[in-house]
Structure formats: structure tokens, C-alpha cells
């Protein structure tokens, strides 16, 4: 398996505070992606990045900011979580862009 | 234009049958068409990926079609087995501009009955 590690794996917030979402990678790949998964709606690209302090929005990037200060970690910030950001989250990693590699996921839950 | 269309939602076959999913596509700039398996509690994982110069690749039981005048491909599971029950998700991507951003589409949850 790819050395991606998400964490937290289970998080449950309240509505309106910030939440951090933090993805380690070991295998140096360039790419870095954040994806959220529900039901109906597939996978939906959140942010991307292509280098360190290199990121760009995705189709559903409103209400998230992301970092990523060092090749290895990625961080995925909920500014003021809302209950419609209830979720799975999968970060992923990529070298060239041919072959995506996916984390365990993050199951955020916002009360 | 960035959209992937998958069908059906949800495949139900008997052991040893042939699964079919379908996919479309817009966008005549994406160049890269994965296929994602994903079992429950866990990340998808690349199952198979196709480019648009070849019209079909085949890795053991699994194979993608591709037609790129209509602008879709499909995944074809031969000798379906239980073990392949999960969602599948096809993707595609367009590595040309470098952004590398793979768009999926909706998921096919598969059930293989024994």
C-alpha cells in the first residue's frame, strides 16, 4: 500500500468551529488531493495541490482552505464547519498524475 | 464540461456472469480514464486504466472498452465473483494542461451473488 496516513480517522465537531483534516505521505509523490465522498455524489475534488505552497480549487472548494507547507503533509482546514460538510474525506497522491493513490478516508461528522 | 456520467447505480449479477459499467464524458481534452474500486471502510484503489489511443485493455478478468468518437468506456468483469462485490468508480483526467485533476463519477455499488 501506498505510505499515505490520514488523520484524524473519526472526528465529530460542532457547527461553527474550525476543523483541521491532516494527510502524510512517505512516498515524496508531487501531487496531493482532497476528495470528499457521499452517497449520490461519488468522489468531488475539494483541493488539489502540484507542489509545495502550489494548491488550487476543486469543483466543491467553498468553505475549505488548504496548506501545504512541507512535500509530505497536506492539510485540509474546515473554516467554520456546517453540517452539509458532514463526510467522508480521502486525500490522495499522485506522481505524474497517471496513478492516484487513496488514504483510509476520514468519516467528519458536524453536530 | 468536466462531468462524468456512470450507469447504472447499482449492478446486482449472478456468480460467474459479466458486470457492466458505463461511463461518459464531455470534456475531449481528458486523456487518462481510470477505473476505482472501493470496498467498504476503505479508499478506492485502481483497478484498471485505459488512454484514448488504444480502444481496449484487459488485465485478468477486467476490461475497459473505449470509444472515443462517443466519448464513453466502459468496465467489463468477466466470471464475476463475490469477492468483486464493492463500488466502482470511473475517472477521468487531463494531464496535458498539468493539472492532473481527475473528475469520478457517481459510483456502481456491484453485488455478486454466490
Known amino acids: 500500500d501506498a505510505g499515505i496516513t490520514q488523520s484524524p480517522r473519526h472526528k465529530v465537531t460542532e457547527t461553527g468551529t474550525p476543523v483541521t483534516l491532516r494527510c502524510h505521505q512517505t512516498?515524496?509523490?508531487?501531487?496531493m488531493y482532497w476528495y470528499r465522498q457521499d452517497p449520490g455524489h461519488g468522489l468531488r475534488l475539494i483541493h488539489y495541490?502540484?507542489?509545495?505552497?502550489?494548491?488550487d480549487k476543486g469543483e466543491v472548494s467553498d468553505g475549505y482552505s488548504v496548506s501545504r507547507s512541507k512535500t509530505e503533509d497536506f492539510l485540509l482546514t474546515l473554516e467554520s464547519a456546517t453540517s452539509s460538510q458532514t463526510s467522508v474525506y480521502f486525500c490522495?497522491?499522485?506522481?505524474?498524475?497517471?496513478?492516484?493513490?487513496f488514504g483510509q478516508g476520514t468519516r467528519l461528522t458536524v453536530v | 464540461q468536466q462531468q462524468v456520467k456512470q450507469s447504472p447505480q447499482s449492478l446486482i449479477v449472478q456468480k460467474g456472469g459479466i458486470s457492466i459499467i458505463n461511463c461518459a464524458y464531455e470534456n475531449t481534452a481528458f486523456d487518462y480514464f481510470p477505473w476505482y474500486q472501493q470496498f467498504p471502510g476503505k479508499g478506492p484503489a485502481l483497478l484498471i486504466a485505459?488512454?484514448?489511443?488504444?480502444s481496449e485493455k484487459k488485465e485478468g478478468r477486467f476490461t475497459i472498452s473505449f470509444n472515443k468518437s462517443a466519448k464513453q468506456f466502459s468496465l467489463h468483469i468477466m466470471d464475476s465473483q463475490p469477492g468483486d462485490s464493492a463500488t466502482y468508480f470511473c475517472?477521468?483526467?487531463?494531464?496535458?494542461?498539468?493539472?492532473?485533476?481527475?473528475?469520478f463519477g457517481t459510483g456502481t455499488r456491484l453485488k455478486v451473488l454466490a
Open positions: 485505459i488512454r484514448p489511443d488504444v
Open positions: 490522495a497522491i499522485s506522481e505524474r498524475g497517471v496513478e492516484a493513490f
Open positions: 475517472a477521468a483526467s487531463k494531464g496535458a494542461s498539468g493539472t492532473y485533476k481527475y473528475i
Open positions: 512516498e515524496n509523490h508531487r501531487y
Open positions: 495541490s502540484y507542489g509545495v505552497k502550489d494548491t
